[in-house]
C-alpha cells in the first residue's frame, strides 16, 4: 500500500497521560500537515511540513502540542498533559511539491480518546 | 479570513436519481479548491480538485465546477448508488501564500435503494 499511513489508528488514554501519533506520507510527497476533525465538523488545520521544516502553525496548537519530521519523511505528533477537549481524530495528510497546494491526500486517521 | 459552508447538511435521495452538493467560500482568491468524501470513522479521500483557471473537472459519475466570482462549488452526482452514501466535504486554501485549507462541515448523503 503506498498510501498515507497512520499509526495508532485508535488511542484511548486517561487525562493527563501524553500520546504521540505517527504519520508515514506517500512516499514522493515532500508536503505534510496534521488535521483535527471532531464529529460533526470539518477537519481543522493544526501544521504544515515542506520537508523537514515546520513552516505553518495553526493557534489550535498550543503548548502541549509538538509536532516534528526529522528527515522530513515521517512525522510525529505528541501530546502532552492530554485533556478530555483533545479526543479527536487526527488526520495526516500529503501532498506533491508544486507550484501551489496540490492535491492533498490523506491517511485513515488516529481516533484518541481522553477518558 | 476563509469560511466554508456547505449547503444542505444532510440529503437523502432515492437510487439513480441525480445530485448536487453546494458549497460556497468568502475569499475567492483562491488557487483551486478539493471535492472530499469521507465514509464513517474513516479518512477523507480526495475527489476532484479544481484549479481556479478550469470552470469543470470530471472523474466518472461525479462533476465539480467552480466559480470563482459568485464564491461557488457545486459537485454534481450522476445516478446516485447507495455505495455514494457518505459525507462530501469541500475545501478551499485559507488565504494568499497559505498552505492550510479551510474545510466545511460536509453534506452527508444517503442514498436509498
Known amino acids: 500500500d503506498t498510501g498515507v499511513s497512520q499509526d495508532p489508528r485508535h488511542k484511548i488514554t486517561k487525562r493527563g497521560q501524553n500520546v504521540t501519533f505517527r504519520c508515514d506520507p506517500i512516499?514522493?510527497?515532500?508536503?505534510l500537515y496534521w488535521y483535527r476533525q471532531t464529529l460533526g465538523q470539518g477537519p481543522e488545520f493544526l501544521t504544515y511540513f515542506q520537508n523537514e521544516a515546520q513552516l505553518e502553525k495553526s493557534r489550535l496548537l498550543s503548548d502541549r502540542f509538538s509536532a516534528e519530521r526529522p528527515k522530513g519523511s515521517f512525522s510525529t505528533l505528541e501530546i502532552q498533559r492530554t485533556e478530555q477537549g483533545d479526543s479527536a481524530m487526527y488526520l495526516c495528510?500529503?501532498?506533491?511539491?508544486?507550484?501551489?497546494?496540490?492535491?492533498?491526500?490523506f491517511g485513515e486517521g488516529s481516533r484518541l480518546t481522553v477518558l | 479570513k476563509q469560511e466554508v459552508t456547505q449547503i444542505p447538511a444532510a440529503l437523502s435521495v432515492p437510487e439513480g436519481e441525480n445530485l448536487v452538493l453546494n458549497c460556497s467560500f468568502t475569499d475567492s482568491a483562491i488557487y483551486n479548491l478539493q471535492w472530499f468524501r469521507q465514509d464513517p470513522g474513516k479518512g477523507l479521500t480526495s475527489l476532484l480538485l479544481i484549479q481556479s483557471s478550469q470552470r469543470e473537472q470530471t472523474s466518472g459519475r461525479l462533476n465539480a465546477s467552480l466559480d470563482k466570482s459568485s464564491g461557488r462549488s457545486t459537485l454534481y452526482i450522476a445516478a446516485s448508488q447507495p455505495g455514494d452514501s457518505a459525507t462530501y466535504l469541500c475545501?478551499?486554501?485559507?488565504?494568499?501564500?497559505?498552505?492550510?485549507?479551510?474545510f466545511g462541515k460536509g453534506t452527508k448523503l444517503s442514498v436509498i435503494p
Open positions: 475545501a478551499a486554501p485559507s488565504g494568499a501564500g497559505s498552505y492550510q485549507l479551510t
Open positions: 495528510a500529503s501532498s506533491p511539491q508544486t507550484v501551489r497546494t496540490g492535491e492533498l491526500f
Open positions: 512516499s514522493e510527497h515532500n508536503r
